[in-house]
């Protein structure tokens, strides 16, 4: 291999590393935009930040067990500051634009029944500590054992892979898709496309590329209902799934 190849090859190496530590996150910069100028938080589901955190940080713990690709990690670090600072906003915004002033809850109530529902960033911040803090405690107890590392890391990945299941679930409810937004379901798919050949090509942990397959999976089946409910295809709005 000559210089010129290795260069270019070096160069498609960097490129294709840059977009999988930014592109998770770069759906999030327009709707973080959109809820800024509406002032209004009730379209972006908390729980996308919970399921993403909770995947990202099992994912971080991953690595100390079995080392994978660096941009891997750095992707997981930088959609964990994402999140955070989604929560944030709406956080602020619902505080700020009730009409009637909801009672403060926090985590510290350790009530159940509204969990994730707090009215103040603090609590969410404490929650994912306390996550972080137990998950890393096990982690180096039970270090040594590989069973322990490898069903983290298929953790981590699973949980990350099942977010498109509510839009799958709601259009197969509905017998529609009105509502989804046909266009941004292609995006995924081209992304999760892209991401599952990254992870072959790198030989990345198997669970890696399960979460790959099962994300192409589950994009395919959301496009297949757009061709099994033709009549019903009539609103066309952002989907459930932003990841």
């Known amino acids: 291999m000559d210089r010129y190849e290795l260069t270019l090859k070096n160069a498609i190496n960097l490129i294709a590393s840059g977009a999988m530590i930014v592109g998770g996150i770069i759906p999030y910069v327009p709707q973080y935009k959109e809820i800024k100028r509406k002032e209004d938080a009730e379209g972006f ?48 915004i619902q505080n700020r634009t009730q009409i009637i002033k909801a009672k403060e809850r926090v985590f510290t109530d350790l009530d159940l029944r509204f969990f994730w529902k707090w009215t103040n960033f603090q609590s969410y911040v404490a929650f994912m500590i306390l996550f972080a803090t137990v998950g890393s405690v096990l982690t180096y107890l039970f270090l040594d054992i590989p069973i322990f590392i490898e069903v983290v890391g298929l953790l981590a990945v699973l949980i ?28 995924w798919t081209m992304g999760d496309v892209f991401k599952t050949c990254y992870f072959v090509l790198k030989d990345t942990p198997v669970q890696f590329q399960i979460c790959g397959a099962v994300q192409v999976a589950i994009d395919i089946a959301i496009l297949g209902q757009v061709y099994i409910y033709p009549k019903n295809n009539t609103a066309q709005r952002t989907p459930i799934r932003a990841d």
Not at 162 to 187: C, D, E, H
């Open 160 to 187: 990350e892979a099942m977010l498109g299941i509510p839009q799958f679930l709601r259009n197969s409810s509905n017998k529609s898709t009105a509502g989804m937004s046909i266009s941004m379901v292609a995006m």
């Open 45 to 92: 589901s908390l729980y996308v930040c919970l399921t993403l955190l909770i995947a990202n940080t099992l994912r971080i713990l991953f690595w100390f067990g079995k080392h994978y690709e660096l941009p891997l990690l750095l992707q997981s670090m930088l959609m964990i500051v994402a999140m955070f600072v989604m929560i944030k906003l709406c956080i602020n």
